[in-house]
């Protein structure tokens, strides 16, 4: 599992002109998830966004997590984080998980950051979607979860 994760002053995902999911100061988390990716995976990605210190403290060092802070997150399906661009010049997307199993994982990170009581925004799963964005820093952390727990 991949996560790109960029702290914001706001964010929003639309699709079709309708605003799905909105935050203000917080996480904007883009969630990529690899085919054979499990459980495990989801709980470490949830538990690494939730714990980031990225937010900064009374003296401007980045000391402070979303939870700190009552940050809010908004969580956006990615599947093209997982594109392989190694040969040729078109993307190779077949490390990416199939749609029932990325899904159930992209609902398990969600549910494990809502149980910790942070507002959590989503998109519209494999919907076209576009996303806005004030990256606040910036600021932009990437997650893997691979050998990594």
Known sequence: MRAVIQRVSRASVSVDSRIYGEIGPGLLVLLGVQRDDTD????????KTLGLRVFPDVEGKMNRSVVDTGGSVLIISQFTLFGDVRRGKRPSFIEAAEP???DDLYERVCSAIEAASIPVQKGIFGAHMAVS???DGPVTIQLDSRRLY
């Open 133 to 135: 964005l004030i990256n």
């Open 40 to 47: 495990t995976d989801a709980d470490y990605i949830a538990a």
């Open 100 to 102: 029932a199993l990325a």
